[in-house]
């Protein structure tokens, strides 16, 4: 399995972005997919993910950010569109794969995840 994440950039507060997640070599359309944050000296946090079709956020960027994902020519695609943000939003964004797709599995727990993106970092000025 192979994540490559990109989109990010310097974006003023207000402002929007949407960060892709190419994914390949796996069965995507089962596996939850999500995405999480580091920001400067915290620790990585969940923002959100998809189990099958259902959607979940993180509190903070609940209305703000949306989660989807797409399959073309053999490949699955993870986007995360982040509106209005906030300089709290600043981060490394990693998008990330689970092979657990069961009921039990819970999205928005890191150690639920077994591959990793290498991140894009969205920087947003205030």
């Known amino acids: 399995v192979q994540l490559q994440a990109s989109g990010g950039g310097l974006v003023q507060a207000g402002g929007s972005l949407r960060l892709s997640c190419a994914a390949s070599?796996?069965?995507?359309?089962?596996?939850?997919m999500g995405w999480f944050r580091q920001a400067p000296g915290k620790e990585r946090e969940f923002v959100a993910a998809m189990k099958w079709n259902v959607k979940y956020y993180a509190d903070n960027v609940k209305g703000r950010f949306t989660i989807s994902r797409d399959n073309a020519r053999n490949m699955w695609y993870l986007y995360l569109h982040m509106n209005n943000l906030k300089a709290d939003d600043t981060a490394v964004y990693y998008c990330a794969s689970s092979t657990c797709w069961s009921s039990s599995c819970d999205s928005s727990t890191e150690t639920l995840y077994d591959y990793w993106g290498q991140g894009t970092l969205v920087t947003v000025s205030s």
């Open positions: 070599g796996g069965t995507f359309s089962r596996y939850v």
